[in-house]
């Protein structure tokens, strides 16, 4: 793929918006874990650029909010954890793009969506966080789970988001390889 100077700005906004999103629009769910409204800017990206930006937009999303507000904390895993559930939906939603909705389709997705979300947040940041922290691994997967539940909400109302916006966004992108 040809990464011209429009399509590496466009990752670059997505990044920042990623950012933007999961600090200004903080939805409490549970205890002290709000909804990360980066993940929509990290569909739409997976959806209507692909899955090298989306991927992208979702890792170095999660790098900048971190060095923002926290520092490493979480950052590594998070971060990585973004890098699966990236690939896993740019790769479906390749498939998937300008597909009639049907209830395959949505079935498709929202298994997709779960089974990424769990690998990236349960089983891979879990990991990572183990790890770091020397904790028992299923500690850090029970405190992941709050994570898990939150950002795979947050990713399965996506998807209409990214519907709508992929006719708007597709002469851009297709312009800008």
Do not use: H
């Not at 950012?19 to 409490?28: E, I, Y």
């Not at 650029?49 to 979480?74: D, E, F, H, M, N």
């Not at 690939?87 to 009639?100: E, N, P, W």
């Not at 029970?142 to 990214?162: G, T």
């Amino acid at each position: 793929m040809k990464w011209s100077v429009k399509y590496i700005c466009m990752t670059g906004i997505g990044i920042a918006l990623f950012a933007a999103l999961t600090l200004c629009l903080q939805v409490p769910v549970f205890e002290n874990y709000y909804l990360c409204l980066g993940y929509v800017a990290m569909a739409v990206y997976c959806y209507c650029v692909g899955t090298v930006s989306g991927t992208i937009v979702g890792a170095l999303g999660v790098v900048a909010y971190c060095l923002i507000t926290s520092g490493l904390r979480g950052m590594p895993g998070w971060t990585i954890g973004n890098i699966v559930i990236g690939l896993a939906l740019g790769l479906v939603f390749r498939l998937l793009r300008g597909r009639k909705m049907t209830p395959l389709i949505v079935l498709i997705y929202a298994a997709t969506v779960i089974l990424a979300t769990a690998a990236g947040i349960l089983g891979i940041k879990s990991i990572v966080e183990w790890i770091l922290y020397a904790q028992p691994f299923i500690v850090r997967a029970a405190k992941n789970i709050y994570a898990f539940v939150a950002d795979a909400v947050v990713l399965l109302v996506s998807l209409p988001v990214c519907m709508v916006i992929y006719p708007r966004v597709k002469p851009l992108v297709v312009s800008g390889r």
